[in-house]
């Protein structure tokens, strides 16, 4: 059992690491390991600590970057990992699974440790990351090797493995395999985040112990007991607007695996080894025949075994077109209806393809996710002008997120993307996707805009203008490099969620105007992320 899990997990990560999302998560988590030890007199935090923070020893850089990458990771990560069950099936090689002796828990726990093997594997570029920064950043020139890798081996590693196990989990359940379980992750990853720095939360990244550990550091530089307990601390990206008091601080060492820290690594590796292995309990290896259980029927909602149907049978990959709850006994893929396309000839206008990618783009919508646009328009006429920006409007630009990510990709569409591209006019179909998502962006932000503009607050309606402009751009972006809607469901939220807490630099609405980035730049990064989307497309063309 133990040899074919592991040539399962091998022979999986040696796949998952040659694709593009992998690359992109990989590069912003070194991206992580320089925000958290910054360069020059940028005084960028992760960890907040009030008005102070520690010296960059090997013990604060590897909490900080450690506590960032379970931030990063814990919501990019997961979307790069999930999608690999299904992907079998719909390649066939889980129909040749099937044939073979493999058990489904052998299947399911290689799958888990190859979701292990792809996270750590980042998370061991973090840490290397770490020592290179804490030397650039010249405090300290003492590597502590036991210190510097503590945080990540106790803390990050348990929790990443946790991920792995729920994106083997969603893989299996009908419903999650799909765009709602991006949605549903996200929701997820956000209270997990919230509970985490709330006073009575469940610690899941020790964040009350090194807090109390680093509450008493301060006191010992000299600060008083009542300064040193007023300090809060969270996990996040912000710029200080004064120079912070620094104090030096050992970080986590051998004597601090006490406590409860060892023992809640310990069970969380256990608790996400056993979740995996109970998808067994309705996964059905890949075979239609196989009865499924009391378990499986009450996830499909069926009395008996199913009728073979994709969300029956373990569903196709989560592909551009996946939108909302599969219901039991239907397919979970998005299927292009022709009847519904409108057919584009060589030489007609370009409205006619505009409209006809709005209609691919809108396709497959439910009535519920109308039904809650309209809510949020409606909360949005009617509440205060100054609750508009934040958090309505934003709010509205997060709704159609699992929209805008089919955008510059239909590769699980029933490959209309092969097809299109052996039609002339490619770029202007490209082109013209970018305009329906921009369409989306608008009728989502419209009332929010709109009270904006009635109040004369022609500021705030310019930055959110610029923001209608970017995330489509960015998300056809994302859609040309990775060929499938998950980088962007990976990338936005963390955008959004940076945005959503007032970091000035990534204020892509405007929600601080006094500090965050004037529309036009967003404007014009809108345009350059259109271009390069664009070139990226011509680029992929050129190559086959």
């Given at each position: ?495 959004w969620y940076a945005m959503f807490n007032g970091i000035p630099e990534l204020d892509f609405l405007g929600s601080t105007p006094s500090t965050g980035p004037s529309p036009a730049l967003v404007m014009a990064v809108a345009i350059a992320l259109a271009l390069l989307g664009l070139a990226g497309d011509a680029v992929r063309r050129a190559r086959r």
């Amino acid at each position: 059992m133990a040899k074919t899990m592991g040539a399962v997990a091998l022979a999986d990560f040696r796949e998952r690491r040659r694709r593009p999302a992998y690359l992109v998560v990989l590069l912003g988590t070194l991206a992580l390991g320089l925000l958290a030890a910054p360069l020059g007199d940028a005084d960028f935090q992760i960890f907040q600590m009030g008005d102070y923070r520690g010296l960059y020893t090997s013990g604060y850089v590897g909490v900080v970057t450690a506590l960032g990458g379970a931030v990063w990771l814990a919501l990019a990560g997961f979307s790069i990992t999930r999608g690999s069950v299904p992907k079998d099936e719909r390649t066939g090689v889980g129909q040749i699974l099937a044939a073979t002796p493999i058990s489904r828990i052998s299947y399911l726990l290689g799958k888990f440790f190859s979701n292990l093997l792809v996270l750590g594997s980042m998370l061991l570029a973090l840490a290397l990351t770490a020592v290179g920064m804490q030397l650039l950043k010249g405090e300290s020139y003492r590597i502590d090797v036991v210190r510097l890798l503590i945080p990540f081996v106790l803390i990050t590693l348990p929790l990443l493995a946790l991920v792995a196990a729920c994106a083997v989990l969603f893989d299996t359940v009908p419903g999650l395999r799909g765009g709602a379980g991006a949605l549903v992750w996200f929701a997820v990853w956000l209270g997990g985040i919230m509970m985490a720095q709330s006073a009575g939360g469940y610690d899941l990244l020790s964040m009350g112990r090194i807090s109390d550990s680093m509450r008493t550091a301060i006191e010992a530089s000299g600060a008083s007991g009542e300064a040193a307990e007023a300090v809060r601390f969270g996990v996040g990206l912000t710029a200080a607007d004064k120079e912070l008091v620094t104090f030096d601080w050992a970080g986590l060492g051998p004597g601090d695996l006490g406590g409860g820290l060892l023992a809640t690594t310990v069970l969380l590796l256990a608790g996400a080894v056993l979740l995996a292995a109970v998808a067994a309990l309705w996964f059905r290896r890949f075979d239609p025949a196989t009865p499924s259980g009391g378990a499986a029927a009450l996830l499909a909602g069926t009395g008996a075994a199913g009728t073979g149907s994709a969300a029956d049978t373990g569903g196709t990959a989560s592909g551009p077109g996946e939108f909302g709850d599969q219901q039991a006994g239907r397919g979970a893929s998005f299927e292009l209806d022709p009847a519904r396309m409108t057919p584009v000839r060589h030489g007609g206008s370009f409205a006619s393809v505009a409209i006809g990618e709005l209609r691919v783009l809108l396709q497959g919508i439910r009535l519920w996710w109308w039904a809650g646009l309209a809510a949020i328009a409606v909360v949005s006429a009617l509440i205060d002008r100054e609750n508009v920006v934040v958090p309505m409007l934003a709010l509205a630009m997060l709704w159609p997120v699992l929209i805008w990510s089919r955008m510059g990709n239909h590769a699980d569409a029933g490959n209309i993307d092969d097809l299109l591209a052996a039609c002339p006019g490619a770029k202007r179909r490209l082109f013209a996707g970018l305009l329906a998502g921009i369409v989306l962006a608008l009728v989502a932000a419209a009332v929010p805009l709109l009270r904006l503009a009635l109040a004369g607050d022609m500021t705030a309606v310019a930055a959110g203008f610029g923001g209608v402009l970017l995330v489509p751009a960015l998300a056809l972006l994302c859609g040309v490099l990775s060929r499938g809607p998950r980088l962007f469901q990976a990338l936005y939220p963390l955008l959004w969620y940076a945005m959503f807490n007032g970091i000035p630099e990534l204020d892509f609405l405007g929600s601080t105007p006094s500090t965050g980035p004037s529309p036009a730049l967003v404007m014009a990064v809108a345009i350059a992320l259109a271009l390069l989307g664009l070139a990226g497309d011509a680029v992929r063309r050129a190559r086959r």
